[in-house]
């Protein structure tokens, strides 16, 4: 293994995949942001008039019923991009 590889950020778009393949019942709230992060490169990227940081700022208010170890991982992966 070599250990100087570095680890690329996850962009808002893989996170969004990896939210939906470990939450089984999405919110229907938080549903539309996150297919719009599926679009999103990066949180400068714009999805339609919504920045990235609001799609993410949003997706994270209507998220509140996604819990778990996957939840706390992914969410906080997210309010760091935001940050």
């Known amino acids: 293994m070599n250990t100087e590889t570095q680890v690329k950020p996850a962009s ?5 995949y990896a939210i ?6 999405v919110s229907p709230y938080a549903q539309p942001y ?4 599926k679009q999103l490169e990066s949180v ?3 999805y339609f008039a ?6 993410i700022m949003y997706f ?11 939840a706390r991982a992914y969410k906080a992966l997210l309010k ?4």
């Open 50 to 55: 919504d920045s990235g940081a609001s799609v």
């Open 60 to 70: 994270l208010a209507n998220a509140n019923s996604y819990r778990g170890e996957g």
């Open 80 to 83: 760091a991009m935001v940050k």
């Open 44 to 46: 400068s990227d714009a």
């Open 20 to 25: 939906e393949s470990d939450w089984k019942n």
């Open 34 to 37: 996150l297919d719009a992060m």
């Open 12 to 16: 808002p778009r893989e996170i969004a």
